[in-house]
């Protein structure tokens, strides 16, 4: 699976941007799709995951009821939603793909197998 993320840019603090990950051949029915960030001088930190089968979602609290998660089977795509961004947002998103645990939605990196390239989201104050 290669994963391609686009849609980053700068955008005013509470504003919105879509990012959208294509997925690159056919996606396993028992995968997740996650969105990850990282900004400049801190770890990398999950965002938001979604079952590829079944379209539930997880997210982190920080982004709980601002982004939103989705996947378009026909189009292969993940996109991540976000609204009401602060300036904490700023980061490079990655998006991801990797194996549904028995416990649901992996929230950590190392569960993941394929990793798209970061896109950047800057967002002024």
């Known amino acids: 699976v290669q994963l391609q993320a686009s849609g980053g840019g700068l955008v005013q603090a509470g504003g919105s941007l879509t990012l959208s990950c294509a997925a690159s051949g056919r996606t396993p029915s028992n995968y997740a799709m996650a969105w990850f960030r990282q900004a400049p001088g801190k770890e990398r930190e999950f965002v938001a995951a979604i079952s590829w089968s079944f379209g539930t979602t997880s997210y982190a609290d920080s982004v709980k009821g601002r982004f939103t998660i989705s996947r378009d089977k026909d189009k292969n795509t993940v996109y991540l939603q976000m609204n009401s961004l602060k300036p904490e947002d700023t980061a490079d998103y990655y998006c991801?793909?990797?194996?549904?645990?028995?416990?649901?939605?992996?929230?950590?990196?190392?569960?993941?197998?394929?990793w798209g390239q970061g896109t950047q989201v800057t967002v002024s104050s």
């Open positions: 991801a793909a990797g194996t549904v645990k028995v416990y649901g939605l992996p929230r950590r990196g190392y569960n993941y197998d394929y």
